[in-house]
């Protein structure tokens, strides 16, 4: 039987093993092995039938669900309770001695047909079976998981040899003495050799930089510094020290190099204006592009607001509506330049309202004190009349359905709709 054991909460972490009893002594003979499942009785009860064969517990109460016998001699027995206890031969096996599962090298193994090799270095105790899971947890040979091992540490260390290991482990963090960063030990190194903070000797003059800025030392300021004569890119070969360039100008002649650094300066000069004027004519017809359309944009604006004027919209309220049921009501008004043009309501069985003088589209609604429950008045294509138009309406009017107020009158909207303008085109 296999026996694994969980990680014990210590500043090093066991790491969990797996061993078979059997592996750790030569004295644990076929008397302490279960005839029935072939394991041994560690950790096990054992009970014997009346002639004295021996089975772990878990075997003959599986046995005896299916025959009430010993499964060895055939033997009756009634039940489990009837059988007594092997103790002498549960007190020998835990008394038995067995060498610590960390006396080996590989008792940390994946595979579990693995032969355990056994270790000069690790434990050399031997121990009762009674007493070997008190002394695995406590075992100084024990393996443990390094104190860095989430940040990548997988090195198989014991216990006694934690501190040692630990002293050396790539996986603990340093902090750099240039820039005071912290880094892994395994890649301290690299970083001291390209840590921006680290100081340099500046082989111009001597003085110490950091690595991050000696490059524009050397380049700006170091006198030191080895540069060419400003004039080389127009024939002076001379290179000489920075802090000795103003002797240097002062003792050659640098006359033709002038000459041509000045005819180069004018034609750069000369280049640069032409841009500028090129420049300044995309900007004026930019400005003048930006113009026209602010004018065509003013145009449509004010085109779609024409637009958004082309309908009107009037209200016809009429009062007393209860006490007028059966009159008839007239409504007179002018839209803009439309004609003047008349409506007529009659409050009867059948409420219709007559238009006269329209000449464009007319929409008539029936207000609600809901909006959501405004009436449009169907144009009645059944009544025909030459000289009017019709609109029915198909509903009571009253102020429980909310279309007479509380004040007892009737509200109309209409609309007065002008065919669409075709709108102005831009360039």
Known sequence: MDYRFGNNSTTLKREP????????????DDGYVCPICFEIYYKKEVYQCKKGHCSCKECWEKSLEIKK???????????????????????????????????????????????????????????????????IEKCSFR???????????????????????????????????????????KT?????????????DCSGCNKK??????????????PGAIIPCICSQFGCNYKIKREN????????????????????????????????DELTKGKELLISKIENLTFNNKLLSDRNDALSKVNYKKKWIISNYSENSDNKECFKTQFGNQNEFLLYFTN??????????????????????????NYTCPLDKDLSNKDANVFEIDLELNKENGY????????????????????????
Do not use: W
Not at 126 to 135: G, M, R, S
Not at 155 to 180: A, F, M, P, V, W
């Open 209 to 222: 930089f950091k690595r991050a800025e000696m490059n524009y030392h050397l380049d700006k300021e170091c």
């Open 17 to 28: 093993i797996k061993y078979n009893v059997s592996e750790l002594s030569s004295e644990l």
């Open 188 to 200: 301290i190194e690299q970083h001291n050799l390209e840590c921006p903070s680290k100081l340099q």
């Open 143 to 185: 393996f443990v998981k390094c104190e860095y091992h989430e940040k990548g540490c997988n090195e198989k260390i014991r216990y006694c040899n934690g501190d040692s290991h630990i002293l050396r482990c790539e996986y603990q963090t340093l902090n750099c003495e240039y820039c005071s960063n912290g880094y892994l030990k």
């Open 245 to 276: 360039l103003e002797n240097h100008l002062d003792q050659i002649d640098h006359t033709k190099q002038l000459l041509k650094m000045v005819e180069s300066l004018t034609n750069k000069n000369n280049q640069l204006s032409n841009c500028i």
């Open 404 to 427: 007479v107020t509380q004040d007892d009158k009737v509200e109309f909207e209409f609309t007065l709709k002008y065919p669409e303008q075709i709108p102005l085109l831009s360039n």
């Open 69 to 135: 016998e010993c499964m060895q001699c055939k033997d009756q027995v009634k039940s489990l309770n009837k059988l007594p206890r092997a103790r002498q031969v549960e007190t020998l096996l835990m008394g038995t001695g067995v060498c610590c599962p960390y006396s080996f090298i590989n008792i940390l193994r994946v595979d579990d047909n693995e032969e355990l090799i056994k270790d000069n270095e690790g434990c050399k105790e031997i121990i009762k079976l009674e007493n070997l899971d008190n002394h």
């Open 348 to 373: 009867g069985k059948k409420k219709h309202i007559y238009f006269t003088g329209v000449k464009n589209t007319l929409l008539i609604t029936l207000l609600n004190k809901d909006p959501q429950n």
